[in-house]
């Protein structure tokens, strides 16, 4: 910021000599911060960054856990065999699959909630929004255990409701097959996190000034004009936040998977076969190089986000 | 004398006594506290129960004459979690880990890379007289014993009295999984087996091959690379035919996909039962439900049980085999006295007092004479007959790859097609272990 208004305008020498005095004390603040943000810092390089390097040196390792006299250097072997690997691709799409519906239809859902809450009487907005954050407050490991258990065949509750369905079967398993299985850990997916999503919006509703729909109103504009031209341009900043949070955390999926299927019937997800792979087999090089690609995959999930979000941010700058 | 001077003089020797009192016991404490110190403490892992394994730590605490204390740690639930905490630990060098219950398939993979401390042979000699051929052959690795035998679990067939005489089948004699299956089906009636992608279907699926005259693996021992399986082959072949069977045709239920030994035993309980096999903690947690009134009383009397089918007609079962061993871990700080502890626990008198309370089968068959055994369960002698007839899973240090190739591959039952299933779950397996496959 400081360095925008010094270059917008060229300073005198008067005005030089009185930043001078500036330039120390913003000197000495930097050196604050960095002592401030250091203890951070290093517990940041301790627990973050030294895991990381040390799974990409470890992922270029024959490497067992239970055999570490036969530990091989192999460089990029492990790399080759997982991405010649059926398994990895068809776990990248299960991923990938859970990501774009989980979000999608997070963001729909949650949009309608935060309109509700936004036309909501000021009074009972608090009461709602508290009332509509309680799945997002339950662990996920207790939620994913109270879905499984609501489609168990022997004794799931909302099992039972099916069974008045009619065209479904009154003895579906749905943990016995992929798209039944993925139905139920989307389903709980998009039940916990939905509410969240609905606060993120609801503030970025906020941001979008009345004067501006209320003008569209008058000027003749149907709901869905004011909605696609007026409101949504306005939240984009909201809805990139809130895209890029759940994209990351529905790309890390875990637990809903690990305690309803646990990647059975073609339900694995990545983050699963890196945890199989280090933890279960114990294989420390193969599971490393899982680890790499599927940080790989986030980083780049993050880059296009911030990009697209960085586009779309000028974007609703300009468009005010 | 004045009141007050009476009364000093009364309660100063209150103070004096009182500081002796204190000092008295001050001393024993201290003395008390650093006696309890020098015992060496020994922990021991142990796998869920209820509260037997903790029950024999403190019996053997106090029979040792303060050589040694064992506390207890429990392990996750499942195997497979135990296992992955025990192989962290242990190459992780862990001096807590004194005394560990193992899970046999899971000893040959902690001690090839040297995790366990070795067995004296003095300990060796004593603990393994009278204990049954399986669970010997479970504690060992590349015939050393590497492990100590605790208890031994082994599978049932259990049975409706009422379904088998409708189907006209006689029990006395051993039955075949052809006939439990056409017995079943002629009766609309479900048979109990565990068809979910698990350690169980590792279990049933090494039933049927053993019990076929085949081998999952034919050289246990060899390395990775080396590894032949048995898969492939007309034992191979017939067990993918009894699992297809029981899938393709409802015959295990509509939950077969996702049934484990619990679910098993719920639905064997039903109105549908008919025929289980199952490990014996259901007849103690059967009792208890009709105790508790959830089940009817008439349910007991209808059960029977026998040793588990047989595959072949004229080939004996080959029953399944679980059980805990007892390992040492190879950085304990106090190798002898835990062996000396694991003396204590694997005792007969401990192994029958930990059926009784815990619904787990002795692997010692001296155990099996203790008569509040015969009352508690009176199957116990086809127990010790199915222990005698058990072929345990493979010993080998890949078990964990053989095993969930397995499951990938036979599970659910109703996906298993007996012509290709097995060959391809050998190559799967082969893949994996010559590292051109993941898992």
């Known amino acids: 910021m400081s360095t925008s208004v010094k270059t917008s305008s060229p300073a005198t020498g008067k005005q030089k000599r009185a930043a001078q005095p500036y330039s120390e004390r913003a000197k000495g603040e930097r050196r604050l911060g960095w002592l401030l943000a250091g203890p951070a810092f290093v517990v940041m390089l301790a627990v973050t960054a030294y895991p990381i390097v040390q799974a990409a040196y470890d992922s270029l390792f024959n490497y067992r856990l239970t055999a570490p006299s036969e530990r091989e250097f192999i460089g990029l072997g492990n790399y080759g065999v997982i991405l010649t690997d059926f398994v990895w691709w068809r776990d990248l799409g299960v991923t990938l699959l859970i990501t774009v519906v989980t979000v999608v239809v997070e963001l729909i859902l949650g949009f309608a909630l935060a309109l509700v809450m936004h036309k909501a009487l000021k009074s009972v907005r608090g009461l709602l929004r508290t009332a509509i954050l309680v799945p997002y407050g339950i662990i996920t490991v207790v939620s994913a255990f109270a879905w499984f258990y609501a489609f168990d065949i022997n004794s799931g509750y909302i099992n039972n409701w099916f069974n008045w369905v009619p065209g479904i079967d009154p003895d579906l398993n749905w943990f016995a097959g992929t798209w039944s299985s993925l139905f139920v850990i989307m389903a709980s997916e998009i039940w916990k996190t939905t509410p969240f999503i609905s606060l993120l919006l609801l503030a970025g509703l906020a941001q979008v000034p009345d004067e501006l729909t209320e003008a569209a109103e008058v000027d003749g504009a149907t709901w869905w004009e004011r909605m696609s031209r007026v409101i949504l341009p306005n939240m984009k900043a909201a809805i990139m936040v809130a895209v890029l949070f759940r994209a990351l955390d529905a790309f890390r999926i875990f637990d809903n998977v690990f305690i309803m299927t646990n990647g059975a019937f073609g339900t694995e997800v990545l983050s699963l076969l890196a945890y199989r792979t280090s933890i279960s087999r114990l294989e420390i090089g193969m599971g490393s190089a899982v680890s790499v690609l599927l940080f790989i995959c986030v980083l780049l999930i993050c880059f296009i986000a911030i990009k697209l979000f960085k586009v779309d941010l000028a974007g609703a700058r300009g468009s005010k | ?439």
Request: aromatic share 8%.
């Open chain 2, 1 to 439: 004398m004045p009141q007050h001077e009476r009364f000093d003089s009364r309660n100063r020797k209150k103070p004096r006594a009182l500081t002796g009192v204190t000092l008295a016991l001050g001393a024993m404490l201290l003395s008390g506290c650093s006696e309890a110190e020098n015992v060496p403490t020994l922990t021991w892992y142990i796998n869920p129960d209820d509260g037997g394994q903790a029950a024999i730590a403190e019996r053997c605490t106090a029979d040792s004459g303060g050589a040694y204390r064992i506390e207890t740690s429990l392990l996750p639930n499942d195997a497979a979690s135990q296992r992955e905490q025990l192989a962290r630990r242990l190459a992780a060098g862990d001096s807590s880990l004194d005394i560990m219950s193992l899970d046999p398939p899971f000893i040959p993979e902690l001690a090839e890379p040297g995790f366990l401390a070795p067995v004296p042979e003095d300990v060796a000699q004593r603990t393994t007289e009278n204990v049954v051929e399986g669970a010997l052959a479970g504690a060992q690795w590349k015939d050393e014993l590497v492990t100590v035998p605790f208890w031994a679990n082994t599978q049932l067939l259990w049975y409706r009295k009422s379904v088998a005489e409708a189907a006209g089948l006689d029990m006395s004699q051993p039955v075949t999984w052809q006939q439990i299956m056409d017995a079943a089906a002629s009766q609309d009636k479900f048979l109990g087996v565990q068809g979910q992608r698990g350690e169980s279907m590792t279990v049933w699926v090494n039933a049927l091959i053993e019990s076929g005259g085949g081998q999952i693996i034919q050289n246990p021992e060899a390395p990775a690379a080396e590894v032949e399986l048995g898969l492939a082959s007309e034992a191979g072949t017939k067990a993918a035919e009894i699992v297809s069977t029981i899938g393709d045709e409802g015959l295990g239920g509509p939950g077969l996909a996702t049934q484990d030994e619990n679910f098993s035993m719920i639905l064997f309980q039903g109105d549908n039962g008919s025929f289980m096999v199952n490990w014996p903690f259901v007849w103690p947690a059967t009792n208890s439900a009709v105790e508790a009134g959830s089940l009817d009383e008439e349910l007991i009397e209808d059960i029977g049980w026998t040793t588990y089918p047989r595959v072949d007609e004229n080939e004996p079962a080959a029953p399944p085999l679980g059980g805990i061993n007892l390992g040492v871990g190879a950085a304990s700080q106090h190798p002898d006295l835990a062996y000396q502890a694991i003396e204590c626990i694997v005792s007969p008198e401990n192994q029958a007092e930990y059926f009784i309370t815990n619904g787990n089968p002795p692997s010692n068959t001296a155990a099996y004479e203790d008569p509040r055994i015969e009352e508690a369960f009176p199957m116990a002698d086809t127990i010790r007959e199915s222990l005698e007839l058990s072929a345990p899973r493979p010993q080998t240090p890949y078990y964990n790859e053989v095993s969930i190739g397995l499951q990938q591959n036979w599970a659910p039952p109703g996906s298993v097609v007996p012509a290709t299933t097995p060959e391809q779950t050998a190559e799967f397996i082969l893949a994996v272990l010559r590292g051109e496959s993941l898992l």
